[in-house]
Structures are given as C-alpha cells and as structure tokens.
C-alpha cells in the first residue's frame, strides 16, 4: 500500500465529504476571487453539513 493504514481508512468519509461540498454551486465552480473568500465560503459550507448531520 502506497500510504499509512490511517489515512487509507479515512480517505472514505473525506471523499463523501468532499462530494456533499460539491454540492454547493459556488464550493464546486470556485466563484470566489480570493483563496481567503473561497475559504470562508467552504467552511460555511462544511459547518452546515455538519450541523445538517
């Protein structure tokens, strides 16, 4: 295996979380014009999924 037991075990949960981001028309067409913008957006974004849980 090319990468640690750990982080292989994980990488399900954060890909589905990465999906359900997507989701967001603005996380997936990157409309933001800054990194920090776009930050802002994808927190907002990944705080309401995981109140949404």
Known sequence: MA???H???????VERLRAR???WRAV???HEKTACS????LCM???L???RC
């Open 3 to 5: 990468c640690p037991d």
């Open 7 to 13: 982080i292989y075990n994980n990488r399900n949960p």
């Open 21 to 23: 981001l997507k989701e």
């Open 28 to 30: 997936a067409t990157r």
């Open 38 to 41: 776009f930050m802002g957006v």
């Open 45 to 47: 974004a990944a705080a």
């Open 49 to 51: 999924d995981w109140i």
